[in-house]
Nanobody
C-alpha cells in the first residue's frame, strides 16, 4: 500500500532547470531504493537515475550525467530529481518508482520496481 505522487513538471526553455519531487506514503520509504524514469512520446520507458535507500549512492543514465541530480529526504518521504541544462530531447513524462528492500544489482529497468507514480510531464521548448 504505497503511493507515489510526482510534482514539479512543466514547460521550460532549453538550458533551463526544473526540480521534480516524488512524495511517498508509507513507513517503509527509508528502506526503498528509488528510481526515476522517463518516457517520450512513441518511445519505451527508460531509466534516468536511481538512489540507494540511505541516499549515499546514486547512478545515472549516460544521457543525463553531469546535468541531473537525484537526492532524497527520508524524513519527508520524498525523492527529488534536479534537472539542469535541459534539452529538448529531455521532453518526456517522468515517473518515480520504488523498489522494496533487496540485496543485489542496481535496479535500472522498469521491471525491477514495485511501485510507480502517475508521472509528470516535462516539456523543454523555446
Amino acid at each position: 500500500q504505497v503511493q507515489l505522487v510526482e510534482s514539479g513538471g512543466g514547460l521550460v526553455q532549453p538550458g533551463g532547470s526544473l526540480r521534480l519531487s516524488c512524495a511517498a506514503s508509507g513507513r517503509t520509504f527509508s528502506t526503498f531504493k528509488m528510481g526515476w524514469f522517463h518516457q517520450a512520446a512513441g518511445k519505451e520507458r527508460e531509466f534516468v537515475a536511481a538512489i540507494s535507500a540511505s541516499g549515499t549512492a546514486t547512478i545515472y543514465a549516460d544521457s543525463v550525467k553531469g546535468r541531473f541530480t537525484v537526492s532524497r529526504d527520508n524524513a519527508k518521504n520524498t525523492v527529488y530529481l534536479q534537472m539542469n541544462s535541459l534539452k529538448p530531447d529531455d521532453t518526456a513524462v517522468y515517473y518515480c518508482a520504488a523498489k522494496r528492500f533487496s540485496v543485489g544489482l542496481w535496479p535500472n529497468t522498469p521491471k525491477d520496481y514495485n511501485y510507480w507514480g502517475q508521472g509528470t510531464q516535462v516539456t523543454v521548448s523555446s
